[in-house]
Each structure stands twice: as C-alpha cells, then as structure tokens.
C-alpha cells in the first residue's frame, strides 16, 4: 500500500478527504496529529442521510433516553422506510441536522414551525397529485434529496467500519481501530476507519487510500420542496412542486398522523377483545370435558383448534407488549457467524420467541380449522373412516408438526440474519411475512 495523506498539515488533503481537521472531535474522525479540544462526541450524530451531488452527510437519528411516544422514536431509529423518513430536516434555532422530521420531534421540546426545513427532493415521476399524496409515506426509490435554499451545508460523512470483530482478541490493535481516522478502502468496496479496523475484519485485504466517490442517477422531472403547517397530533405538509422542464408549478398537500393516544386506545381495545376470546374459548374446552365430548373426534378437533387460537391470542398479546418496549431490533443487518447472531440475538430473546409462537400458533390455528372443514365433509358424505385414535393421530400431524416446518424453514433460510424482531416481535422480513405466513394461510383457507 502507497503512502497515503493522512495528516493535516498536508495541504492536498482536503482532496483526499481520508480524515477532518475541524470539529472532529465532534464526531470523532480526527486526522492522527491533530489533538482534539474536547473529549466530548455527540453520540446521537450519525453517518445516515445522503444528498445528490454532494455525499453522506451528519444528522441526529436517536431520540433522547427520556422520549416516551414509542412510534415517533421507532420512525426516528429505524431505517427509513417511507420517503418522509429519508428526508433530513433543518432546525433554525439550533443549527442542528436531523435524520428526519420524527428525530427533530424527539429532540426539540417546542419546535417551532418557522424554525425547520425539509429538504427538497427531485424525482423522475410525471405530475399526479393523487399519487404525490400516497407515495410520500410509502416505500419508493428513485428521488434524490438536496439542501433548500437558505440552510447551511451539513458536515459531510463516510460510512465505514470502525469496530473489530467480536471474536478479535488483540486489544491493542482493537484500541488502535478506534483511536484516530485514516479512512482504508479495501479492493472489494468496503471502508474502514484506518488500516488496524481492516487487520481486525479482514486481515488479508489490500488496501488503497483513495477518496470515496458517489454515482447517482439523473433525476429531472419533478422538483418538491416541503413546508410544515403544524406539529400537534399530526404533520401538514405543503409540497410545492415544479416541473422542471415544463416550468409549471403545483402545490399539494398530505397529512401524517401520530396520534399516539388514538394507537394506545385500538391497541388496548385489541388485547381486550383477545382476551375475552381467551376466557371464552378456556370456557368451552371446560365445557366439552365435562359433557365428555372430548371423547368424540370432532369434539378432539374443536379443543385443538381452541388450544391453538388461545396460545395464538397469548402470543399476539406478549408481542404487542414487547413491540412498544426496547426489546426489538433495530437493526436487521447480516451475521458474518452464527455465533455472533446468538449473541446478538440475546438481548432480544424475549421477541424473538413471542413472534415465533405467534408465527406458530397462527399456523396451527390455520390447520385445524381446514381439517375440521374436511372432517365435516368427511362426515356428511359418509366416508368410512378408521379409528378415531388413529384419525385424530393423523389429523395431530398434521396441524402441530406442519406449523413448525414452516417455521424452521423460514429460520434456517435465514441463517445469517434475525428472522423474528425486527421493528415488530413478529415476521422480520415482508418477503417472509408473504411465503411463509400469507401463502400458506390462504392455501389452507
């Protein structure tokens, strides 16, 4: 490896850009010889947001320890998953940057309208004011996101690695890795803090020095600046949208709520009726044993099909507790071992098995009711049929060991990641929600 710029007294450094020399110590990517005024990092700044034609830049993306609206935050943490939450926000009163506008909610205690900014964005879409409203809080690619006028450039970033890996034992090296910045590009793309974070990750890499470089694509169409109306119980948007080429104006405007107290009152509504669906279906097992209908093969059906409702309804109550609290992942990343998912997976045990029971039980509860139906058609065209221990063992197979195929499948096809947990103690992944949940519901109905 060439020798590298890596200190700041070298003049052609700031085209290299392999570390900083001004408020560094900020966020912690200081060059080797300069000594930082202050200890003290912002913790909450991170490497997340990304501009066209200008790179990665610093933002706040964690609410406070102290925060309590559980949504606002999740939609502050987790990666965005709507175009409202990949787009930065700009408070005038504290000069700071935020992830988006939930961050800037959590954080400012009395924001102030006049006193945030979205940033703009620019998409190759053709005008629909319908379609603006719906896709700004859904899933969509294929915008670029620029600073408006009248807010100040944020400090640039890189992603990088700057952690050893867990199973790393040498302690000055790992000391060395956090220590100072002098950014190493590996042949295979990825980056690393310094030369001593690649020996810890990946010993044998060869390592360059060259700046990083952004590529993005031509987005021309539309141009849509953003403007805040209110921050009570809900966001109003107005969207004030140009066509570029055309040079015609539209104004739109889309309403986000967040009113916390009306998704307390459905999710307390919700486990209030499951838990009457509890007490209810206890009732009837009670009931069929003592009339000693549990005897019979449908009356053995109709308790299995209760057992698996009653642990399905206990589930979805357990996971609906576990989703508000910090017991969930926030981060569905990919495990370079299976030894590091476990340790990851710890902390989160208690979602990670709720949502597989859930996953389970919904399952089951599926199966036994497509083998009562077929029992019931069995029964009213008079099918002979064999003894009921040895019926009832086969219709047991079936509606407690298919569930747990299913399950494990999906388990083991997700061997280097977190199958349940992620932003909800449930199905981590919506392609996995779709195969192994959805399909298989809907062929067995």
Known sequence: MSACDDFCFNKTLPSSQNCFCSECEIFDDCCSDVTPKTTTTLHNYECNSELKDYGTIYTIGKCPDSYQIKKIMLKCVLEPSTIIQSIPVYSY????FFKNIFCALCNLKSAKISDLRLFSIETKIKYNA?????IIEKPWHGYGVYKPENVPWPRKCIKHIDTCLNNFNNSEIISLCSNYTAYRFSESGKLYKNEYCAKCNAPNSTLICSRIRFSFDDYMSL????????????III???????????????????????????????ITIAGQSISIISLIILIVYYFIKKLNKKLPGKIVI?????????????IISSILTDSDLILT??????SINDMFKALVPFLPCFLSGFFLHYFYLSF????NIMAIDLFKMLNSFHQSSIKNTFLKYSICGWSIPAIVAFTMIFKNYDRISYGYRICFISSSFDLWIFFVVPGEDEF
Not at 93 to 96: A, H, M, P, Y
């Open 130 to 134: 319908s379609i603006l409203e719906h």
């Open 304 to 316: 299995s099909l209760s057992v698996s409702m009653i642990f399905s309804h206990v589930s979805f």
């Open 366 to 369: 599926f199966i036994w009711s």
């Open 223 to 234: 141009q849509i600046l953003f403007d805040l109306r209110n921050l009570k119980n809900e």
């Open 93 to 96: 009163e504290t000069n700071k």
């Open 238 to 268: 107005e969207m004030n949208v140009t066509n570029v080429h055309e040079k015609k104006n539209f104004i739109n405007f889309t309403r986000i709520k967040f009113d916390e107290e009306t998704d307390l009152v459905k999710k307390y």
């Open 331 to 336: 981060d569905n990343r990919i495990y370079k």
